[in-house]
């Protein structure tokens, strides 16, 4: 038995050992939080400060200095975040991971934005151009001051690569891809749906709500009527059924925000709130920072959260402006439909064969050969993979490819000083088109689409492919500044956005439709903006916090009124089940089970209406989801006119459809959950932030993965979260009054799973608590010197 001893207590120091080694080497790779820095290019000293929470502040002389200080500080705590976000955009993630991530990089390399953003960066201003690279070189000064590689380079035994200028336009361009998801796939989709039915449905399917509507111009659109011809045989029944019959309920992932202007408000201010949606990961998207920097003998000030790769503050408050961001969703794309040459090398154009331009992207494979991936270009854009008519070929034309729609003009927010400002800088932007939500330190307030709006001359329907080969449809250049939507100084004082449609009549018209959001959202916004004249920043922050179902309320009546009759609850046991819709289904709320029944009814009746869709779609190399149709809007008015000859195939009539959807919809529950009361919304709705490597690590997920806990909000009200999308930050500031703000983020500021700032802000985020606009007394202190 002493030899069994002494191996086992070989053993266990053998793993004490090896285990101290892993944590030293892992320390290795923790930012540097205090001290002397040298760090090369400085014009002057600067001081980086954290709070308890990690919370920086950067203090330079020159704007310049900030730059390259934050740029050290994003690499020493998010370097894998950054690089992760670079490679996704280039298509260059094979390189990093191997072959599994092949695919995605060929789909990424459609666009060749290493490329543009090469190209790009030539044409930036010198004031942009020198902040990238003064960034740059702090990143690569930052990365380099770490005694260890980051631990995720040591997992995939890889180094990590130096940062150049470019590679902030590619972080920029990965959120293109993030915000602008349609690519074209949606105008297909809506060719394949126009083509199969009469124009009348067509309409009626793909109109805009007009129950659920709230833009800022008080447009109003009616309702598309439900056609009298009976319903097509193309939606009515399918031969083969969908694999994939998955709505895009909400079309968007969304974001808030909103602005009250002095005259609502005690004391004069105007006040921003914005809370942007984002898919939940570790870490997060933002990284909050505070710079301090002199001009011209002023001191200046910014600060919010800033986006780890790019030199600047994405949203927050400069002192005399506050701006924060929504996605747009308006129609950034156009599909061109070109008739192939004879020979197949080329298409054709006013009666002429065209060659394709080629380009061959290499794709770095790790363990492995590099592969080569040719891309068919035309003057309008690249040649899409998804299968076109006969004789024929789809091209992308989008935004993103544009060179004029990427730059770094966003850091001239810096240096606004009044809504007019912002709004004159909004046109000359690029980036991904962004509803900007801005309040000045006057009282004032603005919105306006920041970003570029492309000017299109064409006779055809822009939601569907168009033949541009006559030479009569292109798009000419950028919408002039001045004819820029904006509302500036609303008279009632009170402005909002949630992806929904903005504005009607010409400027509609100009932005186009990408597939706006239903409305619901925005509606429940602007209605509880509407419900009380005065405002300060806790009360702005409690409509963040808004998770009541007011677009379920009628899908309950539906039940209680019509569905769940005496005799359809007796005969199926459904007294439990009718008791919780009739008392917990008013608000998202992590206990309520009534929530979840009803929800749960409502997505599955809408799947079976439109399932016959999403087959016949799918079918044609398409999905359901890349519809731009909300399917909230023709499905009620379905439900609601109850005519049997709109009834899809299967089905005795519309009573018993939706009596099949309670049966279906509770037994998936009950297979999920084990019983009713077990079937609450927290159950379903946890957060689910993860780190990339955990999913390819599970033993590693406990580490590095933040706690899932049961979460209220989902996607249609103000406090959106659902299945591991929701708000990335809550924001609420007044231009001016920065001390009276808030922001928070999910997870923490350190990428590093060992720094106390890992988890630093994720309990405040999850419980809807509110955490300073401003860092708090400074912790710990880095000097940078030259």
């Known amino acids: ?165 470019a590679d902030s336009l590619l972080v920029a361009y990965g959120m293109y891809l993030d915000l602008q998801r349609g690519q074209g796939r949606d105008d297909i989709a809506n060719g394949l749906l126009k083509q199969a039915v009469p124009a009348d449905w067509y309409a009626f399917l793909v109109q805009h709500s007009a129950d659920w509507q709230a833009p800022l111009d008080d447009s109003r659109v009616s309702a598309v009527p439900l056609p009298e011809s009976p319903l097509p045989a193309w939606l009515r ?45 570790v870490p997060g998207t933002w990284f909050k920072a505070r710079l301090k920097w002199k001009a011209e003998g002023q001191a200046r000030e910014v600060a919010g959260v800033s986006l ?73 854009g690249p040649v899409m993979p998804e299968r076109a008519p006969a004789g024929r070929a789809y091209v992308l034309r989008w935004v993103a490819h544009d060179l004029d729609a990427m730059n770094l003009r966003l850091m001239q927010m810096e240096q606004a000083r009044s809504v007019d400002d912002a709004v004159r800088l909004a046109a000359r932007a690029g980036m991904p088109a962004q509803n900007l939500m801005v309040a000045d330190a006057r009282g004032r ?50 402005l909002w956005t949630a992806n929904a449609r903005m504005v009607g009549g010409d400027a509609l018209r100009l932005l186009g439709n990408g597939g706006y959001d239903l409305g619901a959202r925005a509606q429940q916004i602007r209605d509880a903006l509407r419900a009380r004249n005065t405002f300060d920043e806790a009360a702005l922050h409690a409509i963040q916090l808004d998770h009541r179902a007011v677009l379920l309320q009628r899908w309950r009546q539906l039940l209680l009124d019509r569905v769940l009759t005496p005799e359809f609850v007796a005969a199926h046991g459904l007294a439990d089940y009718r008791e919780q ?127 899932e806990a049961p979460m209220a909000g989902d996607s249609h009200m103000p406090r959106v979260h659902n299945h591991g999308h929701g708000q990335s930050e809550r924001m609420v500031v007044s231009p001016g009054h920065e001390e009276d703000g808030l922001l928070v983020i999910p997870g923490g500021q350190s990428g590093h799973p060992l720094s106390p700032y890992y988890r630093s802000d994720h309990a405040a985020w999850q419980a809807g608590e509110a955490l300073p606009f401003l860092p708090g007394p400074p912790q710990h202190r880095v000097s940078m010197r030259p």
């Open 1 to 165: 038995m002493k030899w069994f001893k002494r191996l086992s207590l070989g053993l266990l120091v053998t793993v004490g050992v090896l285990g101290l080694a892993v944590w030293l080497l892992l320390r290795g790779s923790l930012a540097r939080l205090d001290g002397d820095v040298a760090l090369p290019g400085l014009q002057g000293p600067v001081e980086v400060q954290r709070d308890e929470r990690g919370y920086v502040t950067v203090t330079a002389e020159h704007r310049l200095d900030a730059a390259r200080a934050l740029g050290w500080v994003h690499a020493q705590e998010r370097f894998f975040q950054m690089d992760l976000m670079r490679r996704n955009a280039a298509g260059e993630l094979s390189a990093l991971v191997g072959p599994k991530a092949l695919e995605v990089d060929k789909q990424r390399r459609l666009h060749r934005f290493r490329h543009r953003a090469e190209l790009v960066v030539k044409r930036l201003s010198p004031e942009e151009r020198a902040l990238g690279e003064a960034y740059a070189h702090g990143v690569n000064a930052g990365l380099a001051a770490l005694a260890v590689r980051p631990p995720e380079y040591l997992l995939l035994r890889q180094s990590p690569q130096p940062w150049v200028p």
């Open 237 to 281: 029944g399918a031969k083969v059924a969908c694999s994939d019959c998955s709505l895009q309920d909400a079309r968007d992932i969304g974001s808030n925000n909103w602005a009250v202007s002095g005259a609502r408000t005690a004391d004069g201010r105007a006040i921003v709130a914005d809370d942007m949606h984002l898919g939940l990961r």
């Open 308 to 380: 780890p790769g790019a030199p600047l503050i994405v949203a927050g408050s400069n002192g005399h402006v506050a701006w924060g961001f929504t996605n747009t969703t308006s129609d950034w794309s156009d599909v061109v439909s070109l008739p192939l040459s004879a020979n197949g090398q080329g298409y054709v154009v006013a009666g002429r064969d065209m060659p394709w331009s080629r380009a061959v992207e290499r794709i770095e494979v790790a363990g492995q050969a590099a592969v080569d991936f040719e891309v068919r270009e035309t003057p309008w």
């Open 445 to 494: 307030i603005g919105w306006t689409v920041m970003g570029v709006i492309p000017r299109r001359v064409s006779t055809q329907d822009m939601a569907v492919p168009q033949d541009w080969s006559d030479g009569r449809s292109a798009w000419q250049g950028a919408v002039p500044a001045a004819d820029q939507p904006r509302v500036v100084d609303p008279a009632d004082g009170r």
């Open 581 to 707: 819709v009739d008392k917990t289904a008013d608000a998202a709320r992590p206990e309520a089970v009534g929530y979840l029944l009803v929800r749960s009814f409502r997505e599955q009746t809408l799947k079976t209406v439109f399932a016959p869709l999403a087959a016949r779609l799918e079918a044609e190399g398409s999905r359901l989801r890349d519809l731009m149709m909300v399917p909230e809007t023709p499905g009620w008015a379905l439900i609601q006119a109850r005519r049997a000859d709109t009834l899809p195939e299967g089905h005795a009539s519309w009573e018993a459809l939706l009596q099949r959807a309670v049966l279906d919809s509770r037994a998936e529950l009950l297979g999920k959950f084990g019983s009713l009361g077990a079937a609450h919304w927290g159950a379903e709705n946890l957060t689910a932030m993860r780190h990339p490597l955990s999913a390819a690590v599970p033993a590693l997920g406990r580490w590095l993965d933040m706690p």
